[in-house]
């Protein structure tokens, strides 16, 4: 039997980082088995274990990678609008707070929809989750620096970190809960994210 390349080991663990990020987002950490995600990936149980020692060293590799996606795509938006920072804090939060990231959290936002499993699960667990936050609270204080600075606002940096971490709480927690009555009750989900778009897009 051929021995397994190190471009096919690399190509297979990004399967299963994939299958994991969209299964743990969309059925939470506990609630898919290592089996499943396997399955998904297109590949058998045993060889799991070829990549990662337990389904926690998985699921903080997943914590790892959707914080880097989702910090990549916040640092799309800022070169997006070089010239306005107050312009890309309303595209963030016009992308973020959607019925589309409501309603498709395997692809969405890993703060909103891991934000309980790191809270369940060990302290490693809340680790890198607070090592994601921290990249979203950096982002966004030096965003609204930069809005103050261009409008001509005096605003201290411990200020504009304060408001960077209520405007992104509030952002991850509109999303929460209009997924928590998505299918008992549509309209008061969609009410509860054009209510939370349009106080967040007067800050």
């Known amino acids: 039997m051929p021995r397994i390349t190190q471009e096919q080991k690399k190509l297979n663990r990004e399967k299963i980082v994939s299958a994991a990020g969209e299964g743990f987002r969309l059925r939470g950490i506990d609630g898919i088995g290592i089996e499943e995600l396997m399955k998904a990936a297109g590949m058998t149980h045993g060889g799991f274990y070829n990549h990662f020692s337990s389904k926690m060293d998985l699921a903080l590799e997943v914590y790892s990678r959707g914080f880097a996606d989702s910090l990549d795509a ?73 809005r103050a600075h261009q409008s001509g606002t005096e605003l201290g940096a411990a200020e504009a970190r304060e408001q960077a971490i209520a405007l992104f709480c509030q952002m991850v927690g509109s999303l929460v809960v209009s997924r928590a009555v998505a299918e008992a009750d549509p309209a008061l989900s969609d009410e509860v994210l054009t209510a939370n778009r349009g106080q967040l897009g007067q800050r």
């Open 74 to 146: 916040l640092a799309a938006i800022r070169g997006a609008h070089p010239r306005s920072a107050g312009a890309a804090l309303r595209d963030m939060i016009d992308g973020y707070v959607t019925a589309a990231h409501r309603d498709h959290p395997e692809t969405g936002c890993a703060s909103a929809t891991l934000a309980a499993d790191a809270a369940r699960h060990s302290v490693a667990a809340q680790a890198e989750y607070q090592r994601g936050l921290e990249g979203y609270f950096g982002a966004i204080t030096e965003m609204v620096l930069d």
